[in-house]
């Protein structure tokens, strides 16, 4: 068997990068030529070998035992040619791809996690390197963090070294396009497995990819520094340390890496997909599937529209001790706790019941043993429900998706109902969850049984106490769903779906947005909250207007593939493409860029300071500080008398929809 932590395709070869960093080399009769299944009969130059066997075969509805021929053929790319020339033939995992998914699958290869990996960060202007922040994971001990002013240096050092894989936080986009323009020549450069830290983090913890600094304040690692006041080595040293620590505390790396163990699909996020996880399972454990092999689909259908999950929000405003009630892995319970009843899919139905209650099984197994594995089968089970709303599934079937939401939907909502009739106040509900005011954490607990007694045989558990929590409303007065801000018992600070959390604004927005939301969760009351973000804000203006702002805080990054047609030319992509013109061998995926005087787009092609002097930073006010900071500040500047804040409830925040005190 070869061990490997990254492989890819050389003419006629195949390569590989081991776990110390050696790359070695294989043709595919060294391996396992490509094969597939067929029932007919195929000539075609390119085959190698044919051999007649007989297997069962997994349809919609039912398992077909039947005499196939075994075609082994001299590269994975005969294979497609093969399947385009004959396209009225029935195939059987013809569409395995070879490296990515076929050789870990039989067991040939196994993918390792790396001895030696690194953490980077690059500093650049214009995609001019200025500094690349590094620090190595040695057999799990993390070296002090080391810097290069060059390309060519680093990657001397990456290949003296053997470093096999680098991570860096939103590094697909930004880190790795800069350095392939300068190392794409380098044989090494090209075998390192690179991965993008921050999709990383998002995979495993199921949420929308963020900006670095949210991320660290969120996991209670605090945020980045100011680059005028900690100069650029530490800024980027803490951004480094800050990224390691995210992953490392998380265990991430291990989890990425077992799931190629477990699945046999070699380590790239591109390809953990649900669909693939689930038939690479089945292909690498056939004995616990009754020794199934998987029809390919003649064709693919396009997705039929079906009603999704169901989403209630009651009214925006503060709230006070909030239990968020998740019903445990709902989607997936469905297919354990329900009965489809329809013929031409129930087969496909109860297969994947089967296949679900063994990804829970072990993740029950592991729950209190092994916290990776546990992780790891939790993903399994919450992700292996969708497959069927996917019309690139071999099995898609919108009866399916539609009867898994419509349960959902209809448990959810009898959790609601039943929170209502107990005289509690449900202010949210999303896709699996309800967010009810309880009145204190003993309370929540005591409902928890009445809840599961209601639903069962679904179970819910308590997700989240907040001690307090905000929602806010659009132009209208509307409640927005899918946004909003609490701190909860630990004491840690969530926010979804603000600016705060997305990458698309200039940082001084972000980090003035998520401050206002501190202070709005820490303050006493509404009148204390709005003072301080008043003063607050007031500072910033300031730090806007008299030019104390840095460049990076002021910087937007979009990223764009230059290679598609864009229906609509924006200013940005029109920046991006002007700087091409100038630079004909510089293809920019990505563009910092600035708001400009005359509505005009400033990238960083310039002297700093004449930069800084071409800058309008009243539109940074009224297009980005401004209305992120309105967004939080609306919510606690509603109008109020002196009774809002009597002595009778010592300043803390009142609603009039509060939860009674117990059950």
């Known amino acids: 068997m070869i061990t490997a932590v990254n492989g890819g395709y050389k003419q006629n070869n195949v390569w590989f990068i081991d776990g110390n960093g050696n790359i070695?080399?294989?043709?595919?009769?060294?391996?396992?030529?490509p094969y597939f299944y067929s029932p007919n009969k195929i000539e075609y130059s390119g085959i190698v070998n044919v051999l007649k066997e007989k297997i069962k075969v997994l349809y919609k509805n039912g398992?077909?035992?039947?005499?196939?021929?075994?075609?082994?053929?001299?590269?994975?790319?005969?294979?497609?040619?093969?399947?385009?020339?004959?396209?009225?033939?029935?195939?059987?995992?013809?569409?395995?791809?070879?490296?990515?998914?076929?050789?870990?699958?039989?067991?040939?290869?196994e993918w390792v996690k790396p001895r030696r990996y690194a953490y980077l960060d690059i500093e650049a202007d214009k995609e001019k390197i200025t500094l690349i922040g590094l620090i190595v994971m040695n057999d799990g001990k993390a070296e002090d963090y080391i810097y290069f002013n060059t390309a060519d240096e680093f990657i001397d050092y990456i290949e003296e070294r053997k470093i096999a894989m680098l991570l860096a936080w939103n590094g697909k986009t930004y880190d790795f396009a800069v350095l392939d323009k300068y190392l794409d020549k380098y044989e090494y450069w090209k075998r390192i497995l690179k991965v993008d830290a921050m999709d990383l983090y998002s995979y495993f913890t199921r949420s929308i990819s963020r900006a670095l600094d949210f991320v660290g304040r969120e996991e209670g690692l605090g945020g980045k520094l100011d680059i005028k006041t900690a100069g650029l080595i530490e800024y980027n040293k803490r951004d480094v340390e800050l990224m390691r620590d995210i992953i490392e505390n998380n265990n991430l790396v291990e989890s990425f890496f077992e799931i190629a163990n477990i699945t046999g699909i070699k380590p790239d996020l591109n390809n953990y997909r649900e669909t693939w996880i689930v038939e690479n399972y089945i292909m690498k454990n056939r004995k616990l599937f009754n020794n199934l092999y998987?029809?390919?689909?003649?064709?693919?259908?396009?997705?039929?529209?079906?009603?999704?999950?169901?989403?209630f929000i009651k009214e925006a405003g503060i709230f006070e001790n909030?239990?968020?009630?998740?019903?445990?892995?709902?989607?997936?319970?469905?297919?354990?706790?329900?009965?489809?009843n329809n013929e031409c899919c129930d087969y496909i139905y109860k297969f994947w019941r089967k296949l679900i209650r063994v990804f829970w099984e072990y993740k029950e197994r592991y729950r209190n043993v092994d916290k990776i594995k546990y992780n790891i089968y939790k993903v399994f089970v919450n992700g292996s429900y969708?497959?069927?709303?996917?019309?690139?599934?071999?099995?898609?079937?919108?009866?399916?998706?539609?009867?898994?939401?419509?349960?959902?939907?209809?448990?959810?909502?009898?959790?609601?109902?039943?929170?209502?009739?107990?005289?509690?106040?449900?202010?949210?509900?999303?896709?699996?969850?309800?967010f009810a005011v309880v009145g204190n954490i003993e309370n929540a607990e005591r409902i928890l049984k009445y809840l599961n007694k209601s639903i069962f045989p679904y179970e819910a558990k308590i997700d989240k106490y907040f001690v307090r929590v905000f929602f806010t409303e659009d132009e209208s007065g509307k409640a927005i769903k899918k946004r909003y801000a609490g701190l909860t018992d630990d004491g840690k600070i969530v926010v979804v779906g603000f600016e705060a959390v997305r990458k698309d604004w200039c940082f001084l927005a972000r980090d003035t947005q998520y401050k206002l939301i501190e202070i709005g969760l820490m303050s006493e009351n509404k009148r204390e909250a709005y003072v301080k973000m008043k003063e607050y804000v007031r500072a910033v203006k300031t730090k806007l207007f008299t030019g104390q702002a840095s460049l990076d805080d002021l910087a937007i990054v979009k990223s764009f593939d230059m290679e598609k047609q864009y229906k609509v030319k924006t200013q940005t992509l029109k920046a991006i493409e002007q700087m091409n013109l100038k630079d004909s061998e510089l293809r920019i995926q990505f563009v910092e860029y600035f708001f400009g005087r005359g509505n005009k787009i400033l990238v960083r092609n310039t002297d700093e300071?004449?930069?800084?002097?071409?800058?309008?930073?009243?539109?940074?006010?009224?297009?980005?500080?401004?209305?992120?900071?309105?967004?939080?500040?609306?919510?606690?500047?509603?109008?109020?008398?002196?009774?809002?804040?009597?002595?009778?409830?010592?300043?803390?925040?009142?609603?009039?929809?509060?939860g009674k005190s117990d059950v």
Do not use: C
Not at 67 to 87: G, Q, T
Not at 297 to 304: D, R
Not at 322 to 340: K, Q, R, T
Not at 395 to 422: P, V, W
């Open 294 to 311: 998987l029809l390919d689909k003649a064709g693919y259908e396009s997705a039929e529209e079906y009603e999704g999950a169901y989403i």
């Open 609 to 658: 300071n004449k930069l800084r002097g071409m800058i309008d930073y009243n539109m940074y006010w009224e297009k980005q500080i401004k209305p992120s900071a309105e967004r939080i500040m609306a919510t606690f500047e509603e109008k109020m008398t002196l009774d809002d804040f009597s002595s009778a409830n010592n300043g803390v925040y009142l609603h009039v929809n509060g």
């Open 386 to 434: 969708g497959v069927f709303g996917t019309p690139f599934f071999r099995y898609y079937d919108k009866t399916i998706a539609e009867f898994i939401t419509a349960k959902g939907r209809e448990t959810l909502m009898k959790m609601r109902e039943t929170l209502e009739k107990m005289g509690f106040n449900v202010i949210y509900s999303d896709t699996d969850s309800a």
């Open 24 to 33: 070695s080399e294989y043709d595919f009769g060294d391996l396992e030529f």
């Open 322 to 340: 909030v239990a968020v009630y998740d019903i445990n892995s709902l989607y997936p319970s469905v297919f354990l706790y329900e009965d489809l």
């Open 63 to 109: 398992v077909k035992e039947m005499e196939v021929y075994k075609y082994a053929v001299a590269s994975p790319y005969i294979v497609k040619a093969i399947k385009e020339a004959n396209l009225e033939n029935t195939y059987i995992e013809a569409n395995i791809v070879y490296l990515e998914r076929r050789l870990g699958a039989d067991g040939i290869v």
